[in-house]
C-alpha cells in the first residue's frame, strides 16, 4: 500500500513537471510570436516588453553574403526610427527547445513577407530568461539563408 502511495505521488510529480514544461513552450511560442507581429507593426511599447536587456545580451545577424551583423541590445527597446513598422508577417515552423527552470533556448525557422511580398528566410536561435514569471528574450542569432528551391 505505501508503494503504490509512492508511486502516485511519484506520477503526480512527473506530471505537474511535464505540464509546466508544455505552458512553458506555450507562452514561449506566444512570446516568439508578439516579438514578430509588434516589430513589423511598429508597436515599440509592446515589443520592448518582449525583452530584458543584460550585460551578456547579445544580437547576431549573418546575412546570406557573408556579413555579420553585431545588433546593440538597447536597439530592441528603442529602435532607430524608421526601423520598425515596416508591415508584412512572419511564419516561424520547426521549433525546438530546451527549458530549465528559468531559462530556455529555442530554434525555429523564420519566412519574413514583407509588405511588398519578399520573402526572407531564415534559421533563429533564441535565448529567454523567465523574469518575474514571464518569458522575455535576452539574445538571439538569426542566420538568413536561400532555399535550396528558391
Do not use: F
Not at 505505501?2 to 506530471?15: F, Q
Not at 526601423?83 to 531559462?103: L, P
Request: proline fraction near 5%; aromatic fraction near 6%; charged fraction near 20%.
Amino acid at each position: 500500500m505505501k508503494r503504490n502511495g509512492i508511486m502516485v505521488v511519484l506520477l503526480l510529480v512527473l506530471a505537474q513537471a511535464q505540464g509546466q514544461r508544455m505552458s512553458d513552450s506555450v507562452a514561449i511560442r506566444l512570446l516568439l510570436e508578439k516579438e514578430s507581429a509588434t516589430w513589423r507593426s511598429g508597436d515599440i511599447a509592446a515589443h520592448a516588453a518582449c525583452w530584458q536587456i543584460r550585460p551578456y545580451s547579445r544580437i547576431l545577424i549573418s546575412t546570406g553574403d557573408s556579413t555579420v551583423i553585431d545588433v546593440p541590445p538597447a536597439m530592441m527597446l528603442n529602435p532607430p526610427p524608421g526601423s520598425a513598422g515596416q508591415g508584412g508577417y512572419s511564419i516561424n515552423t520547426n521549433y525546438k527547445m530546451g527549458i530549465t527552470k528559468n531559462t530556455a533556448w529555442v530554434s525555429h525557422q523564420e519566412e519574413s513577407v514583407s509588405a511588398n511580398g519578399k520573402r526572407t528566410y531564415s534559421y533563429e536561435i533564441r535565448l529567454l530568461e523567465k523574469v518575474k514569471g514571464q518569458w522575455k528574450l535576452v539574445g538571439q542569432s538569426i542566420h538568413i539563408y536561400k532555399p535550396r528551391n528558391g
